[in-house]
């Protein structure tokens, strides 16, 4: 029997466990890896699909999509001081719908009957009592 005094008892490991950690240090590698090609990949896609799709398809693909729900939405902030009865004695008088009340910010998002310019309903809205803005509901892409 041969007792070896340089080797602490803790540092046993065994040629299976040591395969293991290796196994799991190559995967995890290779997960990230993955990842990684697949991030870059999606992010170039709608640039290829541009440029693939350039010419005659571009036109059709225009007329053929519907009208976004969100260009008939308008957002419009009142004085809180003077309130909001005139604004939404306007908005019944026009048929159009009040969709939100914006509590914190004194303000509405309505949706705007369909037929009526959206440009005209929002110069109409602006010379309601006590409106402070009138705009178009969107969204808006900060970097």
């Not at 440029?51 to 571009?58: K, R």
């Not at 914006?102 to 309505?110: C, H, P, Q, S, T």
């Amino acid at each position: 029997m041969v007792i070896c005094e340089n080797i602490p008892i803790f540092a046993t490991h065994t040629n299976k466990e040591k395969n293991m950690k290796i196994y799991l240090k190559a995967s995890l590698l290779l997960m990230g890896f993955l990842f990684t090609q697949t991030t870059i990949a999606s992010a170039q896609c709608p640039i290829k699909e541009q440029i693939m799709n350039s010419g005659e398809d571009d036109n059709k693909q225009e007329q053929a999509k519907p009208a976004d729900p969100t260009t008939r939405t308008l957002i419009i902030f009142y004085d809180k001081a003077k309130g909001n009865k005139p604004l939404l004695k306007a908005i019944k008088q026009n048929n159009c719908t009040l969709t939100y009340k914006y509590k914190e910010f004194n303000g509405v998002a309505i949706k705007v009957r369909d037929g009526w310019d959206i440009d005209k309903a929002i110069a109409y809205f602006k010379g309601v009592k006590g409106v402070l803005s009138v705009g178009k509901n969107g969204v808006m892409q900060l970097q």
